[in-house]
């Protein structure tokens, strides 16, 4: 299945991928562009839910008031030559399609009860779920014959950088990784974005506690060598937060890696830092 973009400013073609996990149907996106060369690379993007990713609407970004042309990261990686493959978070997914979920716009109000409910039901990690719906959505890529040939990266956002994190960690189909305030905690899956969570790991070796610093480094160790660039701001802890760093760099040879990207701004990604974003994924896959 494709669609056309609604967005008037975006040339190409959104294919469609059915995913089915768990009881639960997903449809990945993957936007290859038109307008600029393709530089052969397909990069992963966990997400909320897909079309903000191409600057359109969904009734969550109406309800928050939120404007999707302002971010629209999937077109910011399009217009060097990436395509996209954009992969819904089974969570926002559910609570869009429940009546009562569907009209709050807090996380804490909007997830909570479902990621509860998951652990009640089901066990395990509400968070490891997500991330075998993004190991799922490469299987599918792949069997759909739309990538042949292509390298496969991974770029996330906050509760989106987490779960790439992961993705590259337990996938090594993953050639490539860069996250910015990547969380951590499985906790984030009822508050997301509450930057002033107590469990939440915005940065790998800002959280206080030592177990939180320990899981990002074993997640750095699995990722290494493969090239990894972790972004974020300064704000809130920056010299706590090179420390993990610098002793994940003992995973990769000559302790070249993982690479830094420090930004001024709050929390939120800011334009020039995620063009730096997407010249180092092409420059680590070229």
Not at 1 to 17: C, N, Y
Not at 133 to 161: H, I
Not at 240 to 262: C, F, S, T, V
Request: hydrophobic share 40%; with cysteine; glycine share 10%.
């Amino acid at each position: 299945m494709s669609r056309e973009p609604a967005h008037p400013g975006v040339r190409g073609t959104i294919h469609q991928l059915q995913l089915r996990n768990d009881g639960i149907d997903l449809v990945a996106e993957l936007y290859r562009p038109l307008s600029v060369p393709s530089t052969g690379v397909v990069v992963v993007v966990p997400c909320y839910d897909t079309p903000p990713l191409f600057a359109e609407p969904t009734a969550r970004t109406e309800l928050a008031d939120l404007d999707p042309s302002a971010a629209a990261q999937g077109l910011q990686l399009a217009a060097v030559g990436h395509s996209v493959l954009a992969v819904p978070w089974r969570f926002e997914q559910i609570a869009a399609h429940d009546p009562v979920l569907a009209e709050e716009s807090g996380a804490a109000e909007r997830y909570g009860p479902l990621a509860a409910r998951h652990q009640r039901e089901q066990g395990g990690s509400p968070i490891g779920r997500s991330v075998a719906d993004l190991m799922l959505a490469v299987t599918a890529l792949q069997e759909s014959g739309l990538a042949d040939g292509s390298r496969l990266a991974t770029f996330g956002d906050r509760l989106g950088g987490g779960l790439a994190l992961r993705l590259a960690a337990l996938d090594e189909r993953i050639e490539v990784a860069a996250v910015h305030e990547p969380r951590l905690d499985a906790a984030d899956v009822a508050e997301p974005d509450q930057s002033s969570h107590p469990g939440h790991v915005p940065f790998p070796g800002q959280g206080p506690e030592h177990e939180e610093r320990q899981e990002a480094d074993d997640l750095l160790s699995l990722i290494a060598p493969r090239p990894l660039l972790l972004a974020g701001s300064t704000h809130g802890g920056a010299r706590q937060g090179l420390e993990p760093i610098r002793r994940a760099r003992r995973h990769w040879p000559d302790q070249e890696g993982p690479d830094l990207l420090r930004h001024e701004n709050e929390h939120a990604l800011p334009h020039h830092v995620m063009a730096g974003i997407r010249e180092w994924l092409r420059d680590r896959t070229c």
